[in-house]
DNA sequence: TTCAATTGTTGCCATAGGGCAACTTTTACA
DNA sequence: TGTAAAAGTTGCCCTATGGCAACAATTGAA
């Protein structure tokens, strides 16, 4: 039995990280269910319970939340190969403070918390792979706050063009000012200096 | 056979979060090895391993590290019951960014990352734990992102005053303006604002 | 393909926070 | 416990970024 087109780029990203067979992932790559979103479509909304893990085949997802003054504030993209979710609120079954948003037409493989804790407790390959996108997750963050105190706004732009272009050749400006945290027209002056 | 003093407030941070037996504890508990730290003193330095977990009994560790423009970026302290490490670090076994320093007096309970990552496979409490201090560190960072990202330096300080008053109280000012991402010159006029 | 709506740019001024200097207060340890 | 060094405060001015308004460019749905 071969895999579905779907689950190609899933394997890959596994198989990556850990020995895997193809033929064990197939035995429960059904728990990860394909979904189609529509530009701007949302799959998380602040206030209710993140229970998924989405991983991206094609397209992208936003991760963002509103601060006091109704100032959105964007905290991560998802592109294709990585994975997306509100992932306190998933941990700790908690309330989300975040809106999770497709920004292209995205196709997503989406599987459920219980689903997913079940792997990780019963798929050797699966455990090394949630302890990898904790870590990933933890450590991308910790950059991103060294990034917020101490460097200025202009190299913040420079350090996504150089590591992370897709951010600025696929997204709309007003989305990569909110992630950089600066204001539309700060960013079209930086982007000037450049 | 009765706990040592010194490893009392580990056990009771272990027991509030998952349930332990006292005499199971005292099995695996002569890992950690107290140390005792001068104020001022490094534990861990930018471009060394750290190979390390610190349990703080007593005192305060600060991290923290220097921009290219030698400016101080301090991320975090971690007071009594609270644990203390380079996690970039410690996880991936690379060289580490950030130093540790103790800003007082300070005794820890160290264990070795050999010898903690054979007790997280070993003992399900340690496990337990282990997920908690990963789930933690990454809820805590999520947090401060939003803060730098969405709230005026007023505010976060207010927010440290309500939620993080040992800061403010024990830590000296310099520490404090580093931690909230401000010069000490601006620290001091947002106090007289309050 | 068009055109209303959204997004991006730029001039102008406002504001938050930075940096220096001079001064005061606190601290550490001889 | 005295004193030199460090830390904290404040006036003054500077710089980076914010915010409005007017305009230009782009977009996407009919």
Known sequence: ??????????????????????????????????????????????????????????????????????????????????????????????????????????????????DFYELVENVPEINVIYRDILEMAYTTTVKRIYNFQGVPALERLKWVMEYQPMILTRLPSKMVASFLGVTPYTLSRLKSEL
């Open 1 to 114: 039995m071969t895999l579905k087109t779907e689950h190609r780029a899933l394997f890959e990203y596994i198989h990556k990280r850990t020995p895997i067979k193809e033929s064990d992932f197939s035995n429960y790559c059904d728990h990860f269910r394909i979904k189609t979103l529509k530009r701007n479509e949302f799959i998380l909304r602040q206030g209710a319970h993140c229970d998924f893990l989405a991983f991206v085949n094609k397209g992208c997802l936003r991760l963002f939340q509103y601060n006091e003054e109704g100032k959105v504030l964007t905290r991560y993209f998802a592109f294709e190969n990585k994975f997306g979710t509100s992932l306190s609120s998933f941990i700790n079954q908690t309330v989300s403070d975040e809106y999770i948003q497709a920004i292209e037409p995205t196709e997503l493989l989406m599987i459920t918390r219980k």
